[in-house]
């Protein structure tokens, strides 16, 4: 896998299908017998003739491989009736912000996608979790736009988010194991400012809480004070992130500092219990 372009290291960390890096390597090794190789002359034969995964992870080999013409290859695929190969393209097209992607980006945040899995599918299998975590990328990429307009349609996401979660309990007894794209779309939402988001959503107290920790932690990345960093393990100490995020809830939203401590106590608690339960 070290020895892999990069393109193609970046392309299978976004088809989070596989199970674990040996997987990964057989899948690789397996399309590479199946079409002779792993140049991008060979990504872009698999994009006109290719299908299925395949053809999925040929989109994001040339999303990723900085070639000239990829734009021009990926675009008429965001018109296609695959909805992976579609949502795909908008996400390798959206890493280059290329407007024409846009569209299909904040499309991706409400469209479902359950006719286009198997009937076996649950909200804890592979495809349903990989498309849920693009689904929150796609709030990321959009972010990057800095449009004051999206907070509106991001707003909207987070609702329909809820919605949808409602619909998997109905359906399926409980709702997606990943809370990746719901996280992400607060984030976004603290990238853009948009601090008043949360006001009159009716949602279980810890769900809030989690959507505010990370609206604020949307909004210091912005700063330049949350850098990757892991904020779980910052919020355990006294760090700048710490008094940053303490500074927004005082700001923002009128926390005293005791007030602020107890929150940020309460969220992280909430944040890692979604992943105990």
Do not use: C
């Not at 975590?133 to 999206?150: E, T």
């Not at 907070?151 to 988010?161: G, I, N, T």
């Not at 760090?239 to 995020?245: F, N």
């Amino acid at each position: 896998m070290d020895d892999w372009p990069a393109y193609i290291t970046r392309a299978v960390e976004q088809l989070e299908t596989m199970t674990d890096e040996v997987a990964e390597e057989e899948q690789i090794e397996a399309f590479a017998s199946r079409w002779g190789g792993l140049s991008l002359d060979i990504f872009t034969q698999v994009l006109e003739e290719g299908k299925g995964e395949d053809r999925v992870l040929a989109i994001l080999a040339l999303g990723s491989s900085g070639l000239p013409e990829a734009p021009a290859l990926l675009s008429p695929l965001l018109e296609s009736p695959v909805l992976p190969e579609r949502w795909a393209s908008a996400l390798a097209l959206g890493e280059q912000q290329e407007a024409l992607a846009r569209p299909v980006l904040q499309q991706m945040l409400f469209e479902e996608y359950w006719l286009d899995l198997p009937p076996s599918e649950t909200p804890g299998g592979l495809w349903a979790m990989l498309l849920e975590s693009w689904r929150g990328h796609a709030a990321r990429l959009l972010a990057r736009w800095q449009d004051p307009r999206l907070v509106v349609v991001l707003r909207q996401a987070l609702q329909a988010d809820w919605q949808r979660e409602q619909a998997l309990v109905a359906r399926f007894g409980s709702g997606s194991p990943v809370a990746y794209a719901r996280d992400s779309i607060a984030f976004a939402l603290g990238q853009l400012g948009g601090f008043g988001v949360l006001l009159h959503l009716e949602w279980p107290a810890a769900r809030l809480r989690v959507a505010l920790l990370l609206l604020v932690l949307g909004s210091l990345f912005t700063t330049g004070v949350l850098h990757g960093q892991n904020f779980l393990i910052d919020l355990e100490f006294e760090t700048p992130l710490k008094a940053g995020v303490r500074a927004v809830l005082a700001e923002r939203f009128g926390y005293t500092q005791p007030e602020a401590e107890v929150f940020i106590e309460r969220a992280t608690s909430d944040f890692l219990a979604r992943y105990r339960a």
